[in-house]
């Protein structure tokens, strides 16, 4: 089905808007995942009982880290996907409002990867040498 060229920006827009309102909550997700984090290695640390309970802080900061390292490379790929409709939009109607990003997940980085970047590394091994310090001066 063809477009005029005005019709193909409107649609171009709509399509935009709603990766951009995608990308958003991704970083959203990210964010409220670094709060979760800190709390939650907080209060595994007030734990009182066994000198060994410590090592409980270890649970939600590498389950967060890795959910936080999924939503990232999750925003890359509809940022791959935004920038795909910036390109190839005015020309086609491939893909026309499929937001599906999945097909851009062989050219980005594997969640593995993008837990080692260096602003996820940053963030989590901070916290992780706070608590490695926390552990070693409690089992002393």
């Not at 999924?70 to 190839?88: A, C, D, G, P």
């Not at 608590?131 to 001066?137: K, P, V």
């Amino acid at each position: 089905m063809e477009y005029e060229r005005k019709e193909r920006k409107e649609l171009m827009l709509k399509e935009i808007e709603i990766i951009q309102d995608i990308i958003n909550r991704m970083a959203h997700n990210s964010f409220m995942i670094k709060g979760w984090t800190i709390v939650l290695v907080v209060a595994t640390l007030l734990l009182k009982g066994s000198e060994y309970q410590v090592f409980i802080a270890y649970i939600p900061l590498f389950v967060f880290w890795f959910l936080d390292a999924y939503f990232l490379w999750q925003e890359r790929l509809y940022r791959r996907l935004y920038n795909w409709v910036i390109k190839n939009r005015m020309n086609t109607d491939e893909y026309l409002f499929d937001m599906n990003a999945y097909r851009f997940k062989e050219e980005e980085q594997s969640r593995l990867r993008i837990m080692f970047s260096v602003t996820l590394l940053s963030f989590y091994g901070s916290i992780l040498l706070l608590i490695l310090a926390y552990t070693i001066m409690l089992l002393r």
